[in-house]
């Protein structure tokens, strides 16, 4: 597989395998608001009930994170003091409106548009994918790889002749950064250049604000970056340029197809797992589509989005577990080392442990949660040797004189053993009944901790 940028010269734990995605968030800043009551109450109130479509609640969502997190207010300060307190509310309400219609304004389709051009970056994936899946199961012949190559490059060539007349010109070069590799290297580019800072966000747009023709947030500067680099890497001055020269759309063409195919897993294996991520992503997608202009209710959609996920992650553990990494690496548009360390973080080490997982397991644990008032800190101590309920609880059925479950613990396995000992023996007086349920339940639990994470 192709060698993907990691992030380098900032300052950060150098155990933490960090992705640049991390330090361009205004997305997901604006998103997170779905997530606090508060927030998402202000939301709605923005909207009509009839109107609350995906399409009208993110852009309310947007209006809301204008008004409270950016701090921009349509009157200033001191008309705003002469207000009475009563009216305060209702002059909030309005300029957050006034933000809803503008963004909307500006807005227009876009978001259609943008999904039109995942399904484009879909189709195309998935063409280069299954050439490399055919050529890797040696049913082409020489003639035939050249034949589907020049098919693969004119649908290309076609579909980015497309994309430039019909698209506006942002919409091209965020496409290209993502097809050749140019967005991971530009983010890298803007890391470096801070290093010296602190790994914040904020602190890197500082920066970029005090440059002379930078903009003011990552994400916008990242973007104008990426259509310098492609202007001067493919000989071209201008967008409209493109629309006449033929030249620089087939180098583009040419980068593209070699980019992906370096990028494409080695084994027959992994090929199948890109293509079903991708078929993965094509329903998310179609499912975010129908809700664009359907009046919804927010947590019935995430609900029905997240169900589906769930359920794919399952299907393809169960069936093939070698190459479930490879299924999470296209699905989640990441690399290897990053999907390690976002499986290591919940607490997952080896795919085999967690391959019986299932709802009805998650729905147990949640309940022995409950009932012995485990959170987070107690799967944090099952890593101290000091605060480890479990090698507590090892400890004290090692210093019980029963040889038979001695020997039983050192030959079986512990969750068994633990169900064993709570039926014939009664723990030691130090070692009080909801420590031993803590322990049953955190060994259960550790099987399905991806799962109760979502």
Do not use: W
């Not at 349509?74 to 503008?102: C, G, P, W, Y």
Request: net charge negative.
């Amino acid at each position: 597989m192709v060698e993907r940028n990691m992030i380098s010269g900032i300052k950060r734990k150098s155990t933490a395998v960090e992705g640049t995605k991390r330090y361009f968030q205004t997305v997901d800043l604006i998103i997170s608001h779905f997530k606090r009551e508060a927030d998402k109450k202000k939301i709605y109130e923005i909207l009509e009930k009839e109107e609350s479509t995906l399409n009208n609640l993110l852009i309310a969502t947007a209006a809301v994170h204008i008004y409270h997190n950016l701090g921009i207010r349509v009157r200033d300060a001191l008309e705003m003091s002469q207000i009475s307190s009563e009216s305060t509310h209702q002059i909030e309400l309005m300029e957050k409106k006034v933000f809803f219609n503008e963004v909307k304004l500006l807005l227009k389709d876009s978001l259609k548009l943008e999904i039109d051009m995942l399904y484009k970056i879909i189709d195309l994936e998935n063409r280069i994918l299954r050439f490399a899946l055919e050529e890797r199961e040696n049913k082409l012949q020489e003639f035939e790889k050249q034949r589907r190559l020049k098919e693969i490059g004119d649908q290309i060539e076609q579909d980015l002749m497309d994309i430039i007349v019909d698209y506006p010109p942002f919409y091209f070069y965020d496409l290209i950064g993502d097809l050749i590799g140019f967005t991971d290297i530009v983010k890298l580019e803007v890391l470096e250049e801070s290093s010296a800072l602190k790994d914040l966000s904020v602190e890197i747009e500082r920066k970029l604000q005090r440059e002379e023709k930078e903009d003011k947030f990552i994400e916008l500067a990242t973007l104008n970056r990426i259509m310098r680099k492609t202007q001067s890497d493919f000989e071209f001055k201008s967008y409209t340029e493109l629309q006449v020269q033929a030249m620089p759309v087939r180098m583009l063409k040419r980068k593209i197809i070699d980019y992906n195919l370096n990028k494409c897993p080695v084994s027959v294996s992994g090929l199948k797992s890109y293509i079903s991520a991708n078929e993965t992503k094509r329903t998310l997608i179609k499912m975010i589509e129908d809700t664009l202009t359907s009046e919804i209710d927010y947590d019935d959609f995430e609900n029905k989005i997240t169900s589906y996920l769930k359920d794919q992650i399952i299907e393809i553990l169960k069936s093939n577990p070698n190459d479930f990494i490879y299924f999470l690496e296209n699905l989640n548009e990441s690399d290897f080392p990053e999907i390690i360390y976002q499986l290591n973080k919940n607490g997952i080490y080896n795919i085999l442990d967690i391959i019986n997982t299932d709802h009805s397991l998650v729905e147990k644990i949640k309940k022995y949660m409950i009932r012995y008032n485990i959170d987070k800190f107690d799967f944090m101590s099952l890593n101290d040797n000091k605060k480890s309920v479990f090698l507590k609880l090892k400890k004290t059925i090692c210093a019980i004189e029963i040889p038979f479950l001695k020997d039983f613990f050192t030959r079986r396995c512990a969750s068994f053993l633990l169900f064993t000992s709570f039926t014939l023996v009664e723990p030691a007086p130090d070692f009080s009944l909801n420590t031993f349920g803590k322990s049953v339940c955190l060994i259960q639990y550790k099987a399905s901790s991806i799962l109760t994470k979502t």
